[in-house]
């Protein structure tokens, strides 16, 4: 069993929809919590990061972190196309100076 | 801006050769990064570095080795290429334990 889950999707949703992307893992040791956007070709771009449990908010991105259930969310309000992409979600327990573990990715689409 | 550089996106390299991938950043980050990311698998750690010429094995570490004579350049050397190794490789940087990890567009390597 991976360490982290995460559906990879395809998950497709009409413009202006509200999306849910989420990971489970297993390594209560977690502290550290991220989630990347990546365009096709391109590498992983920073959207939100987290330390521990509670929420966090960024203009249309919300990410929720429960450790008790060791489950994290993204939220994306207003999806929009440019939205298109797929989101990893990577976490650690000793920092982000070290190891990562990220999730497969979820492939999200946003149609007109 | 954090900008990390990958000096190509696409490489092509045939078996048993000798191969260099090459990663700058100009934020002065002490921690630097090589994952590679495959279908399914998601991204995972070959190396990673905290100073000049210091390095650590990752968890998929077999048949590379990496070269740190500079904070802002990291090395990425595949001694002698396999097609196993055809993969998109990522490099990323980050400052402290507490900062998350910014990435470069990655290379796109096939070994014929």
């Known amino acids: 069993q991976k360490e982290v889950e995460q559906d990879p999707g395809p998950l497709s949703v009409p413009e202006g929809a509200i999306v849910s992307l989420n990971c489970t893992y297993s390594n209560s040791a977690f502290q550290y919590f991220m989630w990347y956007r990546q365009y096709s070709r391109k590498g992983p771009e920073l959207l939100m990061y987290?330390?521990?449990?509670g929420n966090k908010e960024d203009g249309r991105f919300t990410a929720q972190v429960d450790k008790s259930s060791k489950y994290i969310s993204l939220f994306i309000r207003d999806s929009q196309p440019s939205d298109s992409a797929t989101y990893l979600c990577?976490?650690?327990?000793?920092?982000?100076?070290?190891?990562?573990?990220f999730g497969t990715g979820t492939r999200l689409q946003v149609t007109l | 801006d954090v900008k990390v550089t990958q000096s190509s996106r696409y490489l092509v390299k045939r078996t048993g050769e000798k191969v260099f991938l090459e990663c700058v950043q100009d934020m002065d980050h002490e921690n630097m990064f090589w994952y590679r990311q495959d279908p399914g698998l998601g991204l995972r750690l070959i190396y990673f570095?905290?100073?000049?010429?210091?390095?650590e094995k990752g968890d998929i570490p077999e048949g590379y080795s990496v070269s740190r004579e500079k904070k802002e350049r990291f090395s990425l050397i595949l001694e002698s290429a396999s097609t196993n190794q055809t993969s998109m490789y990522l490099c990323?940087?980050?400052?402290?334990?507490?900062?998350?990890?910014?990435f470069g567009d990655g290379t796109r390597l096939s070994i014929l």
């Open positions: 990323a940087s980050t400052r402290d334990t507490d900062q998350p990890q910014h």
């Open positions: 990577a976490m650690s327990a000793a920092g982000t100076a070290s190891k990562l573990t």
């Open positions: 570095s905290y100073d000049v010429k210091m390095k």
């Open positions: 987290t330390y521990s449990s």
